[in-house]
């Protein structure tokens, strides 16, 4: 082949002494501890149209953002819906999360929930009805319904925070379920706490993220 | 918003019957002045005509078919001029192209199914380098939607990852407006392609809605000034560097901030580098420049960026071609990063002092705070060193085929320093980076980010348009790059267009080649062609005229012949087959290690 330039060689070259981490984080070569990955609770306003769901889930998948829940449901306002994703990455996929979020058209506002937020999800556990009695004492410790009964199934509506409701299943599974339909989180900011709000672009680009303790529900 | 941080959709001036004293016997009579004669509109089609004409549009390229005949109907009647490209692929990078050189939103058009997704490789493009564009597709009628009916797809579907945003028609009421929005949108703020899907019905509909001026919708905000603490901040560091680098990218151009740009770096006597979308931001014959970084960038700017303390990055989103390996990129630098889109502060490379805001705006903001150059003479003495330790010089052996480097220089020299290039993708591009010398906005036109083979005829054509008169088009092809998009060649003899073709012809896929070579012990698989049409006689066969080179002393006459040629010319320029593109860092690798033979790789 032909062609090539003259200069040094690569090995004749000056070379820096510091380096980046793979989130182009400049760091000290010696010691650099890996970026944690935190599960964190992101509310986003969206306006109630035709594709937003796509627009959000298909964002998602593009950008390899890990997403554990995104649930989706009217609110005050008509013209207006509310989408809630439970996600878990490091800070800067979070910041980019929020920030891709934002640049969608129906987007209105993004914001990260305190780690205090209220967070629930609802869960319809379908176990075999063998020992009804049992059944009843354990919906009954967590605050569980029962919805509905055959002779053969019992149906219960469990509502809490994840960590309850993966208890739950857990004390349901000695009976032996057969079906589970869990709604993933939704949840809301605590007292005057904004959640995400018409016209409040609620945390700044530029502040520094103040959520460094790993949310745990509830 | 400022006027710089977009290009703001043109307005329509008031109409007034009789013209006032300052409009001079040059003006051309404006959209709305022939708009005052026009009728009302009377269906979805005509306003969405009616909408692109509120826009200011002048051109739109595209393609006719079932499903948008409707609005091409409505197109009959209008000033806008409408080129008829011989494939939608074409009239998609034709209007990336006028977006480029015009800084408006370039328009285009394609009927649903087949139509729709010819346009889609041009949309990407546009989307990866943030290009002003519009596209209008067909769509069946509304009640079909869904039942996979003849030429249906789901072209919101399709394009939603690769659209700035798109907007599916519902009514026949709002369908201009519609138009309207998508037009602000793909020009304000950070700018990007975006689409109408336009089912038949909605365009047939009557309606006797005017459409209103373009506006982008209320849940669109864009910042223009950057917070002004960080603004301070990055000051101090500015001043305090002592191998300061200011990175462009094409974001610089994109936001109209080449001014504000280059009198900061002169101002503070800082060295330039620019990545490939930047080239034209800073004028490559000027001895700050340090020409573009990257995979095959010059030495000195790979050294450059490799070695700073500080980058001030403005308007890049640090793609992997220009950042090689994220762990070895400017290791030693704070990051000053100015960008509109707050999602590329930080996405790749950790920024320090995020800035977010209009170029144009922020670098004033900047000027302002910086109260005393960098103490950078060592620095400078260095960057200068480096120029001429990793020089671009090229040799040219007498037992050795024509050099393409020597090619694009003498096109470089027969052209004004406003010509215009446009490119395919692959060696041919490189050295068309590489070897010319530019020194204005929009004179490079090329498909950074989707590297889009076929992309460069069509650009030109869309360059053409939206160039001055005396400005040169030039398209520098590759043999492979040419063979897919060659059909436009019919368009610009029609259309009279005087466009100059080079095709850089190797008889090989010549990018791959190298690589191969590089990477794959040599095994030519699926590069080499044993059989390459002589594109002079193509030309010729299209109606355009046809030269060829194969060797140096054609070189100059032969280019000077082309150019004298009133209409598109195509030179065949058979070149060293066996010539690679250098300076090389491989994907992934670092920078300051660049390869300068192949044996360094
Ligand atoms: C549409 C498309 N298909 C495939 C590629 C992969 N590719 C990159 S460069 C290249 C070779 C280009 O050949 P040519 O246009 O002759 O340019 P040369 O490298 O020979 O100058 C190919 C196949 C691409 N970039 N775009
Ligand atoms: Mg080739």
């Known amino acids: 082949m032909t062609g090539g330039l003259e200069g040094p060689t690569p090995e004749e070259r000056p070379k820096p002494a510091g380096r980046r981490n793979e989130l182009g984080i400049r760091i000290d070569p010696e010691a650099e501890a890996a970026r944690p990955h935190r599960r964190t609770v992101i509310s986003a306003l969206v306006a109630h149209e035709p594709g937003v769901l796509s627009d959000v889930s298909g964002l998602f998948s593009r950008r390899q953002f890990n997403i554990e829940s995104l649930t989706v449901g009217p609110t005050e306002t008509d013209e207006q819906a509310r989408i809630t994703l439970v996600v878990e990455e490091s800070d800067p996929g979070i910041e980019q999360i929020k920030k891709q979020l934002r640049k969608l058209i129906p987007v209105i506002s993004v914001r990260e929930l305190d780690p205090d937020a209220m967070r629930r999800e609802l869960a319809l556990v379908k176990v075999n009805a063998t020992r009804p009695d049992q059944v009843a004492a354990v919906a009954d410790m967590y605050g569980g319904k029962t919805v509905d009964a055959s002779p053969e199934t019992a149906t219960i509506e469990v509502t809490g925070a994840r960590q309850k409701i993966d208890a739950a299943i857990e004390a349901f599974s000695q009976f032996g379920i057969r079906e589970i339909s869990r709604t993933g989180t939704t949840a809301l900011a605590r007292g005057t706490d904004d959640t995400a709000t018409e016209g409040a672009q609620a945390d700044d680009y530029q502040s520094e993220n103040t959520h460094t303790v790993p949310a745990d529900d509830d | ?601």
């Open chain 2, 1 to 601: 918003m400022s006027e710089r941080a977009s290009v703001p959709p043109k307005t329509a001036e008031p109409t007034d019957d009789q013209p006032t004293d300052e409009r001079t016997n040059e003006e051309q009579p404006t959209a709305a002045d022939t708009r005052a004669e026009t009728k009302p509109v009377t269906t979805g089609a005509e306003s969405v005509v009616r909408a692109l004409e509120n826009a200011g549009v002048e051109y739109a390229f595209g393609v006719q078919g079932g499903a948008i005949m409707p609005v091409y109907d409505a197109l009959y009647d209008s000033d806008i001029h409408h080129i008829t490209m011989a494939h939608e692929q074409g009239a998609s990078h034709a209007a990336d192209a006028y977006g480029i050189v015009s800084g408006e939103p370039g328009v285009c058009l394609a009927t649903s199914g087949p139509g729709a997704t010819n346009l889609v490789t041009g949309i990407a493009d546009a989307d990866m380098d943030s290009d002003p564009m519009i596209a209008l597709t067909g769509q069946v009628p509304t009640d079909m939607v869904g039942n996979d009916a003849f030429q249906e797809t789901d072209t919101t579907g399709v394009t939603t990852p690769i659209t700035k945003a798109n907007i599916f028609a519902n009514e026949s009421d709002r369908v201009g407006d519609d138009v309207g929005e998508a037009f602000a949108l793909a020009g304000t703020g950070r700018p990007g392609p975006t689409l109408v899907d336009l089912p038949k019905d909605v365009t047939l509909g009557e309606t006797e809605q005017e459409p209103g001026e373009p506006r982008t919708p209320d849940t669109y905000t864009v910042q223009e000034r950057a917070d002004e603490a960080t603004v301070r901040r990055a000051a101090r560091r500015i001043e305090e560097s002592s191998k300061p680098v200011m990175l462009l990218g094409g974001g610089v151009i994109k936001g109209g901030a080449t001014e504000e740009v280059r009198a900061f770096a002169i101002e503070h006597d800082i060295p330039v580098v620019t990545t490939m979308p930047g080239i034209g931001s800073f004028p490559e014959d000027h001895e700050l420049a340090m020409e573009m970084a990257g995979m095959h960038g010059t030495g000195y700017a790979n050294m450059a960026v490799t070695h700073c303390d500080t980058l001030i990055a403005v308007g890049t989103r640090f793609d992997d071609r220009l950042t090689g390996g994220i762990e070895t990129f400017a290791p030693d630098a704070e990051v000053i990063h100015i960008d509109i889109d707050p999602a590329e502060i930080s996405k790749n490379i950790h920024a320090e002092y995020p800035l977010i805001g209009d170029a144009a705006t922020v670098i004033e903001q900047l000027a302002e705070a910086v109260e005393h150059s960098p103490q950078a003479t060592k620095w400078r003495a260095q960057c200068q060193q480096w120029k001429s330790d990793y020089s671009m010089a090229y040799k040219t052996p007498d037992d050795e085929p024509l050099k393409p480097e020597f090619v694009v220089e003498a096109l470089d020299e027969a052209t004004s320093d406003r010509a215009i290039v446009t490119t395919g993708v692959g060696q041919h591009q490189m050295w068309a980076c590489q070897y010319w010398t530019y020194t204005e906005p929009r004179t490079w036109v090329s498909s950074h980010g989707l590297g889009t083979m076929g992309y460069g005829f069509p650009a030109a054509i869309g360059a053409r348009l939206a160039a001055d008169d005396d400005q040169e088009v030039i398209a520098i092809e590759g043999d492979g790059s040419f063979l897919m998009t060659i059909q436009e060649l019919s368009v610009a003899v029609r259309e009279e267009m005087d466009i100059t073709v080079a095709v850089l012809n190797n008889e090989y896929i010549g990018m791959v080649r190298q690589w191969q070579d590089a990477f794959f012990e040599g095994r030519h698989s699926a590069s080499e062609y044993n059989w390459c049409p002589e594109f002079d006689k193509l030309a010729e066969a299209f109606g355009a005229r046809g030269f060829r080179i194969n060797d140096y002393d054609e070189v100059a006459d032969t280019i000077q012949a082309a150019l004298e040629y009133d209409g598109p010319s195509v030179i065949d320029v058979h070149i060293d087959p066996h010539a690679n593109v250098y300076p090389m860092v491989p994907s992934g690798g670092d920078n300051g290690q660049f390869a300068l033979t192949e044996d360094q790789l």
